[in-house]
């Protein structure tokens, strides 16, 4: 019987599988993630603001007069997603403070990367996750508030002057998400304990707000501002549904570019963290 000196042949994804072949990843962390209560509570707290607000948008619109004191416009959905930037702070935590982590400590990821999957499928897969976590209460949210909004009182939402509400709401919500979930995963590539992860998110976050408010304290200048990236993101959020706060007085290009400058340094991280091969020292 003949043989056939075949040599080495890469293994070729299905074509079906090419173009998703980081959805695995991110379809295994998301069940291993929603099957615990404790999150699913977090996440149910976090619809709490929705409910609040709902009922506002109902009492206006049955009270018209109320609209003195709770104004219905887009200033509403643009305070509702600052709100929830704390929610997704949380959110990405409890559920991004391990995806690298603990694939590091494991030694995971090299059979990761030793299977048809590259490295930007295995960031997108982990990426995928925290996106779904937070767009959950900020994209889901915001745009069933603006819905309910259009459903009981057409005349004040379905109008064409505030047609730019919903573009807005889904910009606001993706640039939260993809901010919060880019830091989150990134600072998890940095260690090998999700407690550890954990902590380094919430002390960076938690800490540079606590750096603004001292700052602003002495020195009273608003570039003192930029130094958090939650007050970052809650500027371009006011610029983006006109909401006047007394600390936005420096132009939105600050914030664009320091979120922008904190992106890419994530990027770098994973760049760096996220490999084939483990280097020892």
């Not at 295995?122 to 900020?138: E, F, I």
């Given at each position: 019987m003949p043989i056939y000196d075949q040599g080495y042949r890469r293994y070729e994804a299905r074509g079906a599988l090419r173009q998703a072949r980081f959805w695995p990843i991110t379809r295994e962390a998301l069940r291993l993630i929603l099957a615990k209560r404790a999150f699913l509570l977090l996440v149910g707290v976090s619809f709490l603001p929705f409910i609040v607000r709902a009922v506002q948008i109902y009492v206006v619109t049955q009270l018209p007069e109320a609209g003195r004191i709770l104004p219905v416009d887009g200033r509403l959905f643009g305070e509702f997603l600052n709100q929830q930037i704390s929610f997704v702070l949380l959110l990405s935590?409890?559920?991004?403070?391990?995806?690298?982590?603990?694939?590091?400590?494991?030694?995971?990821?090299?059979?990761?990367?030793s299977r048809p999957l590259t490295r930007r499928d295995?960031?997108?897969?982990?990426?995928?996750?925290?996106?779904?976590?937070?767009?959950?209460?900020?994209l889901v949210p915001g745009l069933a508030l603006y819905g309910l909004g259009v459903a009981v009182d057409p005349g004040a939402f379905a109008r064409?002057?505030?047609?730019?509400?919903?573009?807005?709401?889904?910009?606001?919500?993706l640039l939260i998400a993809l901010v919060m979930s880019l830091v989150a995963l990134a600072i998890s590539s940095l260690s090998k304990s999700a407690r550890v992860a954990g902590i380094g998110f919430a002390g960076l976050l938690l800490g540079l707000e606590a750096a603004r408010g001292v700052l602003v304290m002495l020195t009273r200048r608003p570039e003192a501002h930029l130094l958090s990236l939650q007050q970052d993101l809650k500027a371009i959020g006011n610029a983006l549904f006109g909401i006047a706060a007394r600390f936005d007085t420096s132009p939105t290009l600050y914030p664009l570019l320091v979120v922008a400058a904190a992106t890419a340094a994530c990027v770098a991280v994973l760049r760096a963290r996220v490999r084939a091969v483990e280097i020892v020292r």
């Open positions: 935590v409890f559920g991004g403070a391990g995806l690298v982590a603990k694939d590091l400590a494991s030694g995971a990821i090299l059979l990761y990367l295995y960031v997108a897969g982990k990426l995928g996750v925290l996106l779904a976590l937070n767009l959950g209460v900020t064409w002057d505030r047609l730019w509400i919903g573009p807005a709401i889904a910009l606001h919500s």
